[in-house]
């Protein structure tokens, strides 16, 4: 139980939102650390998350939060 609330206070702050096939929002990430057409992988400071699809674009990018554009086939945490 001990390490179940540990990491659920490490990644409060980290948050992905798909919309349909063609959209998905990413909140707490900080590091783009692949950036393709097919594959965007990104990382916060606990863990990786890669976006595989087609047509990738990153539409928008903050400090905050960044959203992806394209056709998402799926989401892998790595």
Request: proline share 0%.
């Amino acid at each position: 139980m001990k390490l179940l609330k540990e990491l659920i206070k490490k990644t409060k702050n980290v948050f992905i939102e798909i919309r349909g096939r063609e959209n998905v929002l990413l909140e707490g990430y900080c590091r783009i650390e692949l950036y393709s057409e097919t594959k965007i992988i990104l990382s916060s400071e606990f863990d990786r998350v890669s976006i595989l699809g087609e047509d990738l674009n990153l539409c928008h990018l903050s400090t905050e939060r960044m959203a992806v554009k394209g056709r998402i086939d799926g989401i892998e945490f790595i």
